[in-house]
């Protein structure tokens, strides 16, 4: 599906924001995205399942000082959703956020990714280093921390059920856009949200576990490489799927310094779960 460029005013609380749709082309695949706001550049990657609009809240809140740009990740939404698995290799998610940083004009930028958002955050930051000015991480543990997880603690494992369930063939077929709507407690943001999945392609979202999300038997396997950008990462203790004690030790994997904000009664979704903390803990980390 294809739509004009066109600007929109959204009224969130008691501000208006002026929302600006985009297109950056990585490989002729097309990946939109949604922008507010001038300043340094801040790209926003959302996870499963999950479109740009999961970060309306810290958009409003950034795009005072900041231009902010949230990706609809392929296969999502309003952005190109090529067909086979191969399509959705970590090295090609990592290229679609280097060229929505090339669409912008800019040489480098701050990254913040959630979910699967977050694990081509980490990889586009090892890969891409020079275009990173500082990374934030919501809900996604350092690589490092999950494949140990994985590998040695049986509660991971079996939070991680669902994961083997997505990675069979067919997996897809199972999947609705109501049910993945499902988590959304906003009535209003449900709607869009049902909207965005029906755009969606459901064996394009199967793909990124297929392609990227470790396989039994599971084996720890650490990344030697040593970030060097200042990091934050913010975990809502309640997820079910991603468990804390993968937070465990990653400052061992980092040569600049991490900031670990931890929010009880917070699930998996933390930017929606408590958007406020979030947003002011976001604001004051990047004006240190």
Do not use: C
């Amino acid at each position: 599906m294809r739509v004009a460029l066109l600007v929109m005013t959204l009224s969130l609380a008691a501000s208006a924001i002026e929302f600006k749709d985009g297109y950056a082309d990585s490989g002729g695949v097309k990946i939109h995205y949604v922008t507010a706001g001038q300043g340094p550049l801040i790209v926003m990657i959302h996870g499963f399942p999950d479109f740009w609009y999961t970060w309306r809240h810290q958009m409003e809140a950034l795009a005072g000082q900041y231009q902010v740009a949230a990706m609809d990740l392929r296969g999502f939404n309003l952005s190109d959703k090529p067909a086979g698995e191969e399509n959705y290799d970590m090295r090609l998610l990592v290229g679609d956020v280097a060229a929505v940083i090339k669409h912008l004009g800019r040489e480098k930028a701050i990254i913040a990714g959630h979910d699967w958002g977050g694990a081509i955050s980490w990889q586009f930051t090892f890969h891409v280093p020079q275009m990173v000015e500082k990374l934030i991480i919501l809900n996604l543990p350092h690589p490092n921390g999950l494949s140990r997880e994985l590998a040695i603690n049986p509660k991971q494992q079996e939070a991680s059920a669902y994961a083997r369930t997505f990675q069979r063939p067919g997996s897809h077929k199972l999947l609705t856009a109501d049910r993945l709507a499902s988590w959304v407690t906003d009535a209003g943001a449900r709607e869009k949200y049902i909207e965005a999945f029906q755009r969606s392609s459901f064996d394009a979202m199967m793909n990124y576990y297929r392609r990227n999300y470790p396989r039994e038997p599971y084996e720890a396997r650490i990344v030697p490489q040593r970030l060097g950008v200042p990091v934050l990462m913010i975990h809502g203790l309640d997820d079910k799927a991603l468990l804390p004690p993968a937070l465990n030790n990653t400052w061992e994997w980092l040569d600049a310094d991490l900031t670990l904000v931890t929010i009880p009664k917070a699930g998996h979704f933390v930017q929606q779960d408590a958007a406020e903390l979030v947003s002011k803990t976001i604001k004051s980390w990047l004006n240190r």
